[in-house]
């Protein structure tokens, strides 16, 4: 019975076409109405669209099967609404069900919403909540779009809900389910005496004469024609071509900015604009007066808020963090480290503060470079002499380019870039950027907690503890890093939070790939073995995709590391 009607609905090429097949055998079978209303919807989700509004269709095109319908709907956004559900459930599955409850939604009559209005209202709420409690945007976009469908449904006459977000093709396709298109639309044909009588008795009477009929000009009060004879239109404008906008000159020291920044002058708004735009590049010139103030700066970053509509302040404020961080990192990095497990600060603030930590160490643990070119390949040197400048000291550099441009030379290899010879300024940093942000994360406080509503900080924080592992290869601490971090993702792997669990195997690849081999075998062979097997288990049951892809990743990994071991003669 199963197959012969999946295969019905399958091959069926409209709801219609479907109903005269299998006319009402859903309400009489109930092995048919247990696959039609429960396998197909709740247990399965590989279903195309096609499908889904064809057994939909099916469902509401008959007076008997509508109570089906209804009830179905109700199942829909019971497991829609259901934390449990968000929570454990793969994405695919939770468009599936999106995508179900909106066919739904479109079927329905006025006199049917009516009568479940409160039902929806309260499906609504609970199942908003739940998705935009969710780390995936994905998820948070469909509990947006779902909450916007069901609030114009029971809303028609007063406001609707509506969210902010970025459509996409997925988001398009979902508000196009909303609207119940028939797949073909005939429009009935008359002879052409009937079409034009009726055509002609379906249009407003026309005088037959060519004048245009004279409406009478609407009286304007006696305040509106004064205003228009005040008007200023008839005044001739100044002109303003030659007028040069006044430019504000930026502080030339970092004092100076400090003082602008913490001022509460509404005339100094520009000057403030002007601060904020010029205090990266001043902060990298200045690297004594820098470390002088460093920490002082750093907090007035991380408390730093738009005074005007300044374009680029968020990446202009990040900019201007990253390069106090690196300019004086140990001092600043205990300062941030230590404010992300402090009282008092937004969600937003603490997010900012692992963002900045990562762009400076990568920074840091990047080689600073003037590479020169040794020999080019395919493209040859393009050499600009910008008028008016001082070219003298550069002549042997311009001629050695122009006649390496006209040579010809054979079997030279690919050009390469020589790299100045200088340390990796991460190397003595990397355990005050980790070891921080590490301790603390089991003890909730007031207003912070990582391991209850706060997971998605959590989970941003689990992907910098990641990128910060992978950044420290080859340092002094990769070793005691990685212990440390190999027991934080033994603490959280059973998470139930997909984007921490992703973060968590990330964790993993970093170690494999950062810590030395010979450190991996000594300190963590145990503890690599119990990761093995979980990993197994992550990569089989897991339903989140991504997190399955990363254990395959890092078993895959793990076999490579022992292949190098069997390849190392004893």
Known sequence: ???????????????????RLLGNLVVKNKKAQFVMTQKMLLLQYGHTTAVLQNLLGYLSLDSL??????????????????????KHSPAEQQLYISKAILICLSHLKGHEIESCRQELLTSMMEGVKCHLDSSLPQLRRLGMVVAESISLKINTEGPVLKFEYEEDDET????????????????????????????????PLVPESNEKPHTA???????????????????????????????????????????VLTGSRSEDVDKWEATVKALESLV????????????????????????????????????AQ?????????????????QFYSLNYSLRQRMDILDVLVLAAQELSCPKFHGKTKHSGAQKPCIQLLPGSDSSKDWRRIVDERIKSKTRRFDMGQSHVELASRPNEFNSVAGHFFFPLIQHFDR????????????????????????????????????????ALLEFVWALRFHTDSYVRQGLLSCISSLLLSVPTERILADMTEELLETQSWLGDVMEKDPDGDCRRLALQNLLLMENLKKKLEAIPS
């Not at 012969?4 to 709801?15: E, S």
């Not at 989970?459 to 005691?480: D, P």
Request: aromatic share 4%; net charge negative; hydrophobic share 45%.
């Open 217 to 259: 000009a609407p009286v304007k009060p006696d305040e509106e024609l004064d205003a228009e004879l005040d008007s200023d239109d008839d005044l001739t404008p100044y002109d303003m071509s030659e007028d040069k906008e006044l430019k504000i000159k930026a502080p030339v020291y970092i004092r100076d900015c400090i003082e």
């Open 65 to 86: 099967r509508r109570a089906l319908l209804l009830r179905v709907l109700q199942e829909l956004l019971e497991t829609w609404s259901s934390s449990s559900a968000v």
């Open 444 to 483: 909730p406080l007031t207003t912070f907690d990582l391991l209850g509503e706060d997971h998605l900080v959590l989970g941003r924080l689990v992907h910098t503890l990641a990128i910060l592992m992978y950044l420290a290869v080859n340092t002094v601490a990769v070793t005691a890093m990685g212990k």
């Open 172 to 203: 398009r396709e979902l508000k196009s389910l909303l609207v119940q298109t028939p797949p073909f639309c005939v429009v009935p044909s008359f002879p052409e005496d009937d079409r034009s009588e009726k055509a002609g008795a379906a249009l």
């Open 284 to 319: 990298r010139k200045n690297p004594a007066a820098t470390r002088e103030v460093s920490v002082e700066l750093a907090k007035i970053l991380l408390h730093l808020e738009e005074k005007t509509c300044i374009e680029g302040f968020v990446e202009l404020r990040q900019r």
């Open 1 to 19: 019975m199963e197959a012969v009607v999946l295969g019905f609905v399958q091959g069926a090429p409209g709801a219609d076409v479907l109903s």
């Open 322 to 338: 990253v390069a106090v961080l690196t300019t004086d990192p140990i001092p600043v990095a205990k300062y941030l480290t230590s």
